[in-house]
Protein backbone atom coordinates (compact mmCIF):
# COMPACT_ATOMS: atom_id res chain seq x y z
CA UNK A 1 0.00 0.00 0.00
CA UNK A 2 1.26 3.28 -1.10
CA UNK A 3 1.99 5.85 1.86
CA UNK A 4 -0.36 8.73 2.02
CA UNK A 5 0.72 12.05 0.86
CA UNK A 6 -1.45 14.85 1.73
CA UNK A 7 -1.82 17.87 -1.05
CA UNK A 8 0.40 20.72 -0.08
CA UNK A 9 -0.91 24.48 0.50
CA UNK A 10 0.56 27.00 -0.88
CA UNK A 11 2.47 29.84 1.22
CA UNK A 12 -0.55 32.49 -0.21
CA UNK A 13 -2.74 29.85 0.50
CA UNK A 14 -1.82 29.65 3.95
CA UNK A 15 -1.64 33.47 4.85
CA UNK A 16 -5.40 34.21 3.46
CA UNK A 17 -6.40 31.42 5.83
CA UNK A 18 -4.62 32.96 8.86
CA UNK A 19 -6.02 36.56 7.58
CA UNK A 20 -9.71 35.22 7.28
CA UNK A 21 -9.36 33.25 10.60
CA UNK A 22 -7.92 36.33 12.74
CA UNK A 23 -10.76 38.65 10.89
CA UNK A 24 -13.41 36.36 11.77
CA UNK A 25 -12.39 36.17 15.60
CA UNK A 26 -12.20 39.87 15.88
CA UNK A 27 -15.48 40.06 14.42
CA UNK A 28 -16.62 37.67 17.17
CA UNK A 29 -15.01 39.06 19.61
CA UNK A 30 -15.78 43.15 19.02
CA UNK A 31 -19.31 43.18 16.62
CA UNK A 32 -21.71 42.57 19.49
CA UNK A 33 -19.75 45.44 21.70
CA UNK A 34 -20.29 47.74 18.51
CA UNK A 35 -23.93 46.39 18.39
CA UNK A 36 -24.36 46.99 22.10
CA UNK A 37 -25.25 43.38 22.36
CA UNK A 38 -22.80 42.36 25.42
CA UNK A 39 -22.33 43.31 29.05
CA UNK A 40 -25.40 41.70 30.52
CA UNK A 41 -25.73 44.47 33.57
CA UNK A 42 -27.04 47.12 31.72
CA UNK A 43 -29.94 48.20 33.37
CA UNK A 44 -30.18 50.01 36.34
CA UNK A 45 -33.03 49.24 38.68
CA UNK A 46 -34.16 52.01 40.62
CA UNK A 47 -31.87 55.11 40.82
CA UNK A 48 -31.35 56.22 44.71
CA UNK A 49 -31.05 60.13 45.25
CA UNK A 50 -28.56 60.57 47.06
CA UNK A 51 -27.06 57.08 47.92
CA UNK A 52 -25.57 55.89 51.04
CA UNK A 53 -24.14 52.55 51.68
CA UNK A 54 -27.27 51.64 53.93
CA UNK A 55 -29.69 52.64 50.87
CA UNK A 56 -27.41 50.83 48.67
CA UNK A 57 -28.19 47.56 51.06
CA UNK A 58 -24.31 47.54 51.68
CA UNK A 59 -23.30 46.35 55.02
CA UNK A 60 -20.42 47.84 56.93
CA UNK A 61 -17.58 45.00 55.62
CA UNK A 62 -18.87 45.19 52.30
CA UNK A 63 -18.92 49.32 52.42
CA UNK A 64 -15.28 48.20 53.75
CA UNK A 65 -14.51 46.24 50.77
CA UNK A 66 -15.98 48.72 48.35
CA UNK A 67 -14.08 51.75 49.89
CA UNK A 68 -10.63 49.62 49.64
CA UNK A 69 -10.94 49.84 45.95
CA UNK A 70 -11.78 53.44 45.90
CA UNK A 71 -15.30 54.06 45.54
CA UNK A 72 -17.42 55.90 47.20
CA UNK A 73 -21.27 55.08 47.27
CA UNK A 74 -22.40 57.66 44.59
CA UNK A 75 -19.35 56.05 42.45
CA UNK A 76 -20.61 52.50 43.11
CA UNK A 77 -24.19 53.27 42.72
CA UNK A 78 -24.40 52.15 39.00
CA UNK A 79 -22.34 49.11 39.76
CA UNK A 80 -24.18 47.57 42.71
CA UNK A 81 -27.77 48.77 41.10
CA UNK A 82 -27.29 47.35 37.87
CA UNK A 83 -29.03 44.14 37.01
CA UNK A 84 -28.87 41.56 34.09
CA UNK A 85 -30.91 42.28 31.34
CA UNK A 86 -32.07 38.88 30.72
CA UNK A 87 -34.71 40.17 27.25
CA UNK A 88 -34.50 38.83 23.81
CA UNK A 89 -36.64 38.46 20.88
CA UNK A 90 -38.42 35.44 19.27
CA UNK A 91 -36.98 36.67 16.19
CA UNK A 92 -33.38 36.49 17.60
CA UNK A 93 -33.82 33.18 18.69
CA UNK A 94 -35.15 31.84 15.76
CA UNK A 95 -31.90 33.18 13.76
CA UNK A 96 -29.82 31.65 16.34
CA UNK A 97 -31.79 28.24 15.95
CA UNK A 98 -31.02 28.60 12.03
CA UNK A 99 -27.97 29.81 11.86
CA UNK A 100 -26.84 26.54 13.86
CA UNK A 101 -28.81 23.67 12.13
CA UNK A 102 -27.35 25.47 8.67
CA UNK A 103 -23.90 25.40 10.21
CA UNK A 104 -24.38 21.71 11.28
CA UNK A 105 -25.10 20.77 8.12
CA UNK A 106 -22.65 22.12 6.09
CA UNK A 107 -19.50 20.76 8.49
CA UNK A 108 -21.75 17.51 7.76
CA UNK A 109 -21.44 18.37 4.02
CA UNK A 110 -17.70 19.61 4.16
CA UNK A 111 -16.74 16.46 6.35
CA UNK A 112 -18.25 14.15 4.12
CA UNK A 113 -16.33 15.82 1.02
CA UNK A 114 -13.35 15.39 2.80
CA UNK A 115 -13.73 12.12 3.68
CA UNK A 116 -14.32 10.91 0.22
CA UNK A 117 -11.80 12.77 -1.15
CA UNK A 118 -9.22 11.26 1.32
CA UNK A 119 -10.63 7.98 0.90
CA UNK A 120 -10.22 7.98 -2.76
CA UNK A 121 -6.73 9.64 -2.12
CA UNK A 122 -5.67 6.56 0.60
CA UNK A 123 -7.68 3.77 -1.71
CA UNK A 124 -7.91 4.95 -5.01
CA UNK A 125 -11.80 4.60 -6.77
CA UNK A 126 -14.14 2.20 -6.38
CA UNK A 127 -17.61 2.65 -7.94
CA UNK A 128 -20.42 4.38 -6.38
CA UNK A 129 -19.91 8.50 -6.26
Known amino acids: MAHYIPPK??????????VV??????????????LGLS???KVVTTPVE???WE???????????????GYTPETAHDLILARFDYSFT???????????????FLMLKFSETEY???I?????????K
Open 9 to 18: QSKIGQLIDV
Open 21 to 34: LVVLTVGALFVPLK
Open 39 to 41: GAA
Open 50 to 52: SPT
Open 55 to 69: TLGQNAAQAAKYEAL
Open 90 to 104: FGGLAAMIVVIVLYY
Open 116 to 118: REV
Open 120 to 128: AEKFGQRGG
